[in-house]
T-cell receptor
Framework: EAQVTQNPRYLITVTGKKLTVTCSQNMNHEYMSWYRQDPGLGLRQIYY???????DKGDVPEGYKVSRKEKRNFPLILESPSPNQTSLYFC???????????FGPGTRLLVL | QQQVKQSPQSLIVQKGGISIINCAYENTAFDYFPWYQQFPGKGPALLIA???DVSEKKEGRFTISFNKSAKQFSLHIMDSQPGDSATYFCAAYLDSNYQLIWGAGTKLIIKP
């Protein structure tokens, strides 16, 4: 089944404790992206990757890191999480930037 | 310039009625306008999309109307059904930086 998977689905952590949210797609997509979704703000892009060689910042990259060492995986790293990073996070992938984006199921993060 | 403004924030429609969600943008460089549908606990999924050289696109009960001169586009859901109850996002794609800019979302409730 073609899909985007994210892990974990739910995470409660404390301020300053490094964490990684994994994202993997099995559709051979070039473009991958991370979003955060907050009530009343819609989806805001954190980082995106055009392919394994190109990664760039979105609208809200502060406090986040990503890596794209292989085509299928695009982990999101929070080196020192803070309470304002409490949010619902989505990973998405597409054949190319302007093509249909396929979303993972989301990761709900609570930073205490 | 980068924003997409979506209205209303929430909408209640009787079964069988027409649901209308509106979006407006400023940046004339946007060149692709998708609508995504999100059910609770799920990631967004593409519903329908339009390019600015087309004034209307229809897929089943869903229609996008696009007014390039007014820089506005809207989603019409005909014969709205309870199964259409979801959050709807408009978005606009900016080719120059490969980003999809999202509206804040509209929570649609269809009353039986």
């Amino acid at each position: 089944e073609a899909q985007v998977t994210q892990n974990p689905r739910y995470l409660i952590t404390v301020t300053g404790k490094k964490l990684t949210v994994t994202c993997s797609q099995n559709m051979n997509h070039e473009y991958m992206s991370w979003y955060r979704q907050d009530p009343g703000l819609g989806l805001r892009q954190i980082y995106y990757s055009m392919n394994v060689e190109v990664t760039d910042k979105g609208d809200v990259p502060e406090g986040y890191k990503v890596s794209r060492k292989e085509k299928r995986n695009f982990p999101l790293i929070l080196e020192s999480p803070s309470p304002n990073q409490t949010s619902l996070y989505f990973c998405a992938s597409s054949l190319a930037a302007q093509e249909t984006q396929y979303f993972g199921p989301g990761t709900r993060l609570l930073v205490l | 310039q980068q924003q997409v403004k979506q209205s209303p924030q929430s909408l209640i429609v009787q079964k069988g009625g027409i649901s209308i969600i509106n979006c407006a943008y400023e940046n004339t460089a946007f060149d692709y306008f998708p609508w995504y549908q999100q059910f609770p606990g799920k990631g967004p999924a593409l519903l329908i999309a339009i390019r600015p050289d087309v004034s209307e696109k229809k897929e089943g009960r869903f229609t996008i109307s696009f007014n390039k001169s007014a820089k506005q586009f809207s989603l019409h859901i005909m014969d709205s059904q309870p199964g259409d109850s979801a959050t709807y996002f408009c978005a606009a794609y900016l080719d120059s930086n490969y980003q999809l800019i999202w509206g804040a979302g509209t929570k649609l409730i269809i009353k039986p």
